[in-house]
């Protein structure tokens, strides 16, 4: 497998157990994200680190959106007392979303071997509607300047 592959790999088993932990029969663009936080690549780590989209940020983030998008139907988690989800005993497959953001992200490349993790995370963070891009508004990330720097990331020749 390539470099790419065993990196894709690793961020899909991560995102699995994303989704299965919050009782999501499918991975999506937010586990993807969780998942692209949490390995460790250093040629996308400053750039998540430069706009403050560590795990912890990330998740936030998305705990922020979920709550949000409860109160905009009159829901809080404050007069409720949600419970966990149950966590799945089964692997999620892909689900619509997390689809959209690899192709997003593959089709930037006009050649398998040029695939990089940076192509991965544009995929995620260009989508322009849904739960990700919500989550970066609401945590005040500025996603045109992320996907500046990712553009920028992709254009620089690797060693």
Known sequence: ???????????????????????SAKVEAPHLLLA??????????????EFGLDVA???????????????????????????RPTR??????IGRSAKLAMERGF????KKKGLRP???L??????EVGTVPRALALAG??????????RQAIDTPTM
Do not use: K, W
């Not at 940020?57 to 705990?63: G, I, M, S, T």
């Not at 799945?88 to 497959?93: A, N, S, V």
């Not at 996603?143 to 990712?150: G, W």
């Open 1 to 23: 497998m390539s470099v790419f592959g065993d990196y894709l790999a690793a961020v899909i088993h991560r995102a699995q157990l994303e989704a299965s932990d919050a009782g």
């Open 36 to 49: 692209i936080a949490a390995q460790t690549e250093p040629s996308i780590d400053p750039l998540l680190e």
């Open 57 to 83: 940020a990330v998740r936030a983030a998305l705990d922020r959106e979920y709550e949000h998008s409860l109160n905009t139907v009159g829901v809080t988690t404050a007069a409720y007392d949600l419970p």
């Open 88 to 93: 799945l005993p089964t692997r999620p497959g």
């Open 107 to 110: 089709g930037a490349v006009t």
């Open 118 to 120: 940076a192509h991965l």
């Open 122 to 127: 544009l995929g995620v963070v260009c989508a």
């Open 141 to 150: 990330v500025d996603r045109e300047a992320v996907l500046a720097r990712l």
